[in-house]
């Protein structure tokens, strides 16, 4: 069984930083990508960032310069570095990862992560 872990989450104040942990445990799998999505009170999941191996990534218009997302491969971990953090980015952040194992391909979640920003 393959499971996500994040951490990382917290309080805030506008302007301010916090960086997300991710990391992938269990046996016999592979990552083929990875990423986090954000769900805000009142709407829809949302992508902040993907990444391939850590070498292609996507970004959400909205955390364009702002946001990184870095990837150990040796640690099957991934991270978000979030700057200039502003009162839209309080969501709960959700750790990704499309894994293969025994030549099947899966997308689990993990459990989230409360980032709030406020002053």
């Known amino acids: 069984q393959v499971q996500l872990v994040e951490s990382g989450g917290g309080l805030v104040q506008p302007g301010g930083s916090l960086r997300l942990s991710c990391a992938a445990s269990?046996?016999?799998?592979?990552?083929?990508?990875m990423g986090w999505y954000r769900q805000a009170p009142g709407k829809e999941r949302e992508l902040v960032a993907t990444?391939?191996?850590?070498?292609?990534?996507n970004y959400a218009n909205s955390v364009k310069g702002r946001f990184t997302i870095s990837r150990d491969n040796a640690k099957n971990t991934v991270y978000l570095q979030m700057n200039s953090l502003k009162p839209e980015d309080t969501a709960v952040y959700y750790c990704?990862?499309?894994?293969?194992?025994?030549?099947?391909?899966?997308?689990?979640w993990g459990q989230g992560t409360q980032v709030t920003v406020s002053s």
């Open positions: 990704t990862a499309v894994v293969e194992i025994r030549r099947s391909a899966f997308t689990l």
């Open positions: 990444t391939t191996s850590g070498v292609r990534t």
């Open positions: 269990g046996s016999d799998f592979s990552i083929n990508a």
